[in-house]
């Protein structure tokens, strides 16, 4: 008769042991760091969260408290990165930062389904609707590169609105597309550099090529993790088209429902009167209105200082970057290679929609764009090391990657892990695995509680 004093759950047993072995094991590699010939992944950690960077102050942080204030389920986090793109788009062309940085962004929301992501984006249309501000409200779907550009030509400075980005970008994305998605991809590369000078346009047998000055394009896109992952998961690390992205992955749980403080409908004079105002900011005259805006012609931005405080954090930042790169590679390298120029067009936005009529990039203006950049930068690098790939066998690599890492800290066995990684032979996945071990990205215990009486195996965990 079994003794009830010392009886004990199995599975403890097995996540007690695997603990001390992973312990043990991550010991053991920190004691050998510096051995020769390693090169170990630039570490990807923030201190910060997504959450405790939604009070950036001024028109940022005002626009999100309307927002979250109609919403069931609140979440600033979805607030911030649909609202940032936004402003980008009011303020575009007439205003930049530190080396001619303006304020387009690529915005990337993530979050689960029915978490709640539409409504920032419908918050924003009914402001657009109510401050008349269509003329920065660009399209929601974009058919090929001729109609981007007509629509930019148009309002050269517009905010691009897409659900489920995931679509749009596996169609371009894929190595496979055809020459006019190609050409699309190839545009929004171009688009994001050309910014403050002017976007060249292209030639066609039937058509000449246009110019359009300062194109300011900024994009939110909303998508689920998998959906946008398995889009760029046959993307190649070196085009730069992460890199210019900046990510929001939403990893906290959806928020408990509660009574809003404002109906969906309710956009209030104060928001209505402030968003106006940034889109009159910067502008000649009472003649110089948003509606006559054409990328035809140039326009002159005005310069938009930094203070010494926020001069020194931007340095700090920069030199911190470039003692990361040595150690980059791959994806890695081009999304360092913009986390400086993020964090400079995140400062210039909030602080002209915190002063319009005299702007100046504060210390903590640029504190807070850092660590956001820099908390962009981490989701990047840690999810693009598990999803996106150069070659076939690194496309094996990644998937036993993510396999592993979706076991989370239990671990899986060699045997479920097998089941897994099935498409795989023997051999091609008996070297990936080695290779995950050998290069520390893995961490591969001897599970000897097993079954009672069974033979030990082994357990994998993310390292």
């Known amino acids: 008769m079994s003794n009830p004093a010392i009886e004990f759950d199995l599975s403890d ?5 695997a603990a001390d072995a992973i312990v043990a094991a991550r010991a053991a590699r920190a004691a050998n760091d510096n051995e020769e010939g390693q090169r170990p992944d630039v570490e990807c950690r923030s201190d910060s969260k997504l959450a405790d960077l939604t009070r950036p102050g001024g028109f940022v942080e005002e626009l999100i408290d309307w927002i979250v204030a109609s919403a069931e389920h609140p979440s600033r986090e979805l607030a911030l990165s649909a609202v940032l793109p936004f402003i980008g788009a009011l303020i575009g062309r ?17 979050a689960p389904s029915g978490f709640g992501k539409d409504h920032a984006r419908q918050q924003i249309k009914r402001l657009t609707q109510s401050a008349g501000l269509h003329a920065f409200a660009g399209p929601a779907r974009i058919m090929s590169a001729s109609a981007l550009r007509n629509a930019l030509n148009d309002k050269p400075s517009m905010n691009c609105q897409i659900d489920e980005v995931g679509g749009l970008l596996r169609e371009i994305l894929d190595p496979r597309a055809g020459a006019h998605q190609a050409a699309l991809k190839g545009d929004l590369l171009e688009f ?151 964090a400079v067009k995140l400062a210039l936005i909030v602080a002209v929609a915190t002063n319009p009529a005299d702007p100046e990039i504060t210390e903590q203006n640029m504190a807070w764009a850092v660590q956001l950049s820099w908390l962009s930068c981490c989701a990047l690098m840690r999810e693009a090391r598990l999803n996106v790939s150069d070659g076939t066998r690194e496309a094996a690599f990644n998937k036993a990657l ?62």
């Open 94 to 110: 007439r205003f930049s930062g530190y080396r001619d940085a303006r304020s387009n962004l690529y915005a990337i929301a993530l």
């Open 192 to 342: 994001f550099t050309s910014a403050s000078t002017f976007f060249d346009g292209a030639a066609y047998a039937q058509a000449r090529a246009v110019q359009i000055h300062a194109p300011n394009l900024s994009i939110y896109g909303t998508s689920t993790p998998d959906d946008f992952w398995n889009a760029v998961s046959t993307l190649s690390t070196r085009d730069g088209f992460i890199a210019r992205l900046l990510l929001f992955s939403i990893a906290e749980t959806k928020s408990a429902a509660v009574i809003p403080a404002l109906d969906v409908k309710d956009v209030t004079p104060r928001i209505r009167d402030a968003a106006r105002a940034l889109a009159m900011a910067g502008r000649a005259g009472p003649t110089d209105i948003p509606a006559s805006d054409t990328g035809s012609i140039p326009r002159e931005a005005r310069d938009v200082g930094m203070s010494e405080g926020a001069e020194r954090r931007r340095r700090d930042f920069k030199a911190d970057i470039e003692s990361r790169l040595p150690k980059a590679d791959g994806a890695d390298k081009t999304i360092l290679g913009r986390a400086v120029e993020h």
């Open 402 to 463: 993510r396999t592993i890492g979706d076991a989370g800290d239990a671990g899986i066995t060699a045997g479920r892990l097998t089941d897994k990684l099935r498409s795989l032979d023997k051999r091609q996945r008996t070297e990936i695995l080695d290779d995950l071990v050998e290069t520390r990205r893995v961490e591969r215990v001897r599970d000897d509680a097993g079954k009672r009486g069974g033979p030990s195996t082994w357990r994998y965990f993310l390292a």
């Open 13 to 17: 047993l097995i996540a007690s042991r």
